[in-house]
């Protein structure tokens, strides 16, 4: 369905959406309180239409959001991944993590993977993340992975603070990325 490579790390599988994914990705958009982050919940057709869009988006950048499982059960448990709309200042690593899978680091797992790919093999320069103030969960995560804050913006009508992630070639980033792999 996507272009999408699958990449592994410990405990994940990463790869491409696909049809069965689209219960998961709608019981978040519909159901979860953590949608209040990025804009807050949708409906059934907002999600069918966000899911379908990022399919869309692997097709027109060969990059987007990877679907997160975990190896063991299969579980789909989050997105995480890389977007650049139209209107976006950069590519943007961004994560999503479903309910009942957060507070378990699969978040940092996934996107020190995404980051060394990103870099690895798209030679990308370090990504952003563009995070609201009120979501404090992400903006940890984004210390935690070694972000720099370079400011503050609005995009697409919400406060959000922008950050600098490591070069995935950066001593740092390499280390976490043998951790998240291994």
């Not at 406060?159 to 043998?178: E, G, K, N």
């Amino acid at each position: 369905m996507t272009p999408a490579p699958t990449l592994t790390t410990a405990r994940l599988e990463l790869r491409g959406p696909q049809k069965r994914d689209l219960a998961a990705f709608t019981a978040w958009v519909t159901g979860s309180d953590r949608m209040e982050a990025v804009g807050g919940k949708g409906t059934e057709g907002q999600a069918w239409r966000g899911f379908i869009a990022g399919i869309g988006h692997w097709n027109w950048h060969g990059y987007g959001f990877f679907t997160v499982t975990e190896r063991a059960t299969g579980f789909v448990t989050g997105r995480v991944g890389i977007i650049n709309h139209v209107d976006w200042p950069a590519p943007e690593l961004a994560w999503h993590m479903f309910d009942g899978f957060e507070g378990r680091s699969y978040a940092f797992e996934a996107a020190c993977a995404v980051r060394d790919w990103a870099g690895r093999t798209l030679g990308l320069a370090p990504l952003s993340s563009l995070i609201a103030p009120a979501n404090t969960r992400s903006l940890a995560l984004a210390t935690r992975l070694g972000a720099v804050e370079e400011g503050r913006d609005i995009v697409d009508d919400e406060h959000v603070i922008s950050f600098r992630h490591l070069r995935h070639d950066d001593p740092r980033a390499m280390a976490q990325a043998a951790q998240a792999i291994t």
